[in-house]
């Protein structure tokens, strides 16, 4: 049997193995319980077990006298934002993000929009652990609306209207570009955006349908279709979306993919030397940024991995851009989670100011290559091997902010339990693939023993 993944801010599984209804009705009642009073929203990714899902989270809401929007398929953005339309008291996001199709999660957001955090998530967890669920009689059950069109387009609106965007300009540049929805809920909403912005769109991978047709991570091992198909035709830049649409990754003009790292390090170099703010950016994000930051006379403020985490500092610091170098841009004037539309209009921003290929514009950036591996966790003593690996380093390197990172001049590696997988991730960070690859071997053939 496959592990429920629980965190502060929601649980995944495997659907009908660990991710079963008792386990939905289970924490959507307690999210009712944790929720001021109010409507909540609820959408979902494309997967194939999603409406049923959506089926039970609206009547557990109704049951426990909530008034429900349903969006039906959004990004998990989009649910944000249907938050901010609708006052709402909350939100459900359905979606277990880049895990295969047979996963599926329940994301939670608060009134504000953000996923909840540590204090949060413990509190969820007494409701949960409280067992006494608080249903309604039949007179005070809930209603549940389905709106579809109209939070996806306030979401798009929202984001033409972004100060940073000139939506006049990058109209009259058209913008020949090619994207890859991995058939999941950015399938129409993206292509919707980018033809607001008078962009020629070539779609491939873009029938909301749930069936992924290669790994729902846009990583370059999982893009050589988009890849072949810009170097077929003669686009400006291509790209792609994980199943619910908050992270973007970029394939250049000569259908190179340009990894994840640099669409924040593209945003970074766009807003860092026109707007008095500092960034935070994620433990695991590449150097580039901070380099980015540094040549401005900005700081750069590193948190753990998550949304919420980098969420929570930007708020605290009043930074005005930040992100994770998955692909995720946080700009928090539209609201403070990742959304690869915030980052496909400020990309386009990027060429059109720029007015330069975006491979030229990739190859002036300082470059750096991440390698990112995985093992699984059965049959390993995470926190054993660990010691051991750590009596061989130099303590001044280590950061144990999220798991261990070791930082030397010329690359860093590091090592942590992931929030979303039952996996230990590897990740390598070089000026060479050849020298991240080597590193990431040791540390692996370290943690295997």
């Known amino acids: 049997m496959s592990k429920l993944m629980a965190s502060v801010a929601g649980v995944r599984g495997i659907v009908g193995d660990t991710f079963t209804p008792d386990v939905i009705v289970k924490y959507i009642a307690a999210f009712s319980k944790f929720c001021k009073p109010g409507k909540i929203i609820v959408g979902r990714d494309t997967r194939p077990s999603g409406k049923v899902i959506s089926d039970i989270v609206c009547s557990v809401l109704n049951m426990c006298g909530r008034d429900v929007i349903d969006l039906d398929i959004a990004t998990t953005p989009t649910v944000a934002m249907g938050i901010k339309l609708y006052e709402a008291a909350g939100g459900i996001a359905i979606t277990a993000s880049h895990n295969p199709s047979e996963w599926n999660a329940l994301k939670f957001m608060n009134y504000d929009t953000l996923f909840l955090n540590e204090e949060q998530g413990a509190q969820l967890n007494i409701f949960l652990n409280q067992d006494n669920p608080k249903y309604v009689g039949f007179e005070e059950i809930g209603k549940t609306e389905l709106i579809i069109e109209e939070a996806r387009k306030y979401h798009i609106q929202q984001v033409l209207d972004i100060p940073y965007i000139n939506k006049s300009d990058i109209r009259k540049k058209n913008f020949k570009v090619a994207i890859d929805c991995v058939n999941g809920a950015g399938s129409v909403i993206l292509a919707d955006l980018l033809i607001d912005l ?252």
């Not at 900005?298 to 610091?317: A, C, D, P, W």
């Open 198 to 449: 008078g962009c020629s769109v070539a779609k491939i991978n873009c029938t909301p349908n749930g069936i992924f047709p290669h790994g729902a991570e846009p990583l370059p091992e999982n893009l050589t279709e988009i890849c072949e198909f810009i170097k077929d035709g003669n686009f400006d830049i291509g790209m792609v979306v994980d199943p619910d649409s908050d992270r973007l990754a970029l394939i250049s003009d000569a259908g190179v993919p340009l990894g994840e790292e640099y669409t924040l390090a593209m945003v970074a170099d766009l807003l860092l030397e026109k707007i008095n703010t500092d960034i935070v950016i994620n433990v695991s994000t590449s150097r580039v940024v901070e380099d980015i930051a540094t040549k401005n006379y900005k700081k750069t403020f590193r948190t753990k991995v998550g949304e919420i985490n980098v969420s929570t500092e930007m708020l605290k610091r009043d930074c005005k851009i930040g992100g994770e170098g998955n692909g995720g841009i946080i700009l928090p004037e539209i609201h403070p989670g990742r959304d690869a539309l915030v980052g496909a209009g400020l990309i386009l921003q990027y060429l059109y100011e720029k007015n330069d290929f975006v491979t030229n514009l990739f190859n002036k950036l300082p470059q750096y290559v991440i390698v990112k591996d995985k093992i699984s966790v059965e049959n390993i003593d995470f926190d054993e091997r660990m010691e051991k690996i750590l009596e061989d380093e130099d303590l001044k390197n280590i950061n144990d902010i999220d798991g261990i990172k070791i930082d030397h001049e010329d690359y860093w590696v590091q090592l942590r339990k992931s929030n979303t997988e039952p996996i230990v991730r590897i990740f390598a960070e070089a000026k060479t693939k050849e020298k991240a690859d080597e590193i990431v071997k040791i540390y692996k053939d370290k943690l295997i023993g």
